[in-house]
Nanobody
Framework: QVQLVESGGGLVQPGGSLRLSCAPSGSIFSINTMGWYRQAPGKQRELVAVITRRGRTNYADSVKGRFAISRDNAKNTVYLQMNSLKPEDTAIYYC???????????????????WGQGTQVTVSS
């Protein structure tokens, strides 16, 4: 089965930077929209940024100008560059794929709504 594998979280001081990465395991044929969401303690999960296969992006107002989402279609990987981090950015960050197509032995299978396991980002001095 396909799983999303995330990396890059950690502890950083206010004003610092982190870069998150996410890629699916398995033999991938194509991926549609990829994105990042986050969930802070006691709050609902919220959209951070998404990017379509053709590179069209959308950001939450709270991260515009500080975060940048990008993807490498050859590597099936999505990135989130986070700059000028603030304590309120502290959360678990989740990678999401709205749909992807993968090789299952001799056939192609399309499946929907994949989530990564989450990676902790803590912004604190």
């Amino acid at each position: 089965q396909v799983q999303l594998v995330e990396s890059g979280g950690g502890l950083v001081q206010p004003g610092g930077s982190l870069r998150l990465s996410c890629a699916p395991s398995g033999s991938i044929f194509s991926i549609n929209t990829m994105g990042w969401y986050r969930q802070a303690p006691g709050k609902q999960r919220e959209l951070v940024a998404v990017i379509t296969r053709r590179g069209r992006t959308n950001y939450a107002d709270s991260v515009k100008g500080r975060f940048a989402i990008s993807r490498d279609n050859a590597k099936n990987t999505v990135y989130l560059q986070m700059n000028s981090l603030k304590p309120e950015d502290t959360a678990i960050y989740y990678c999401n794929v709205d749909s992807l197509t993968y090789y299952d032995v001799t056939r192609l299978v399309t499946d929907y709504d994949y989530w990564g396991q989450g990676t902790q980002v803590t912004v604190s001095s």
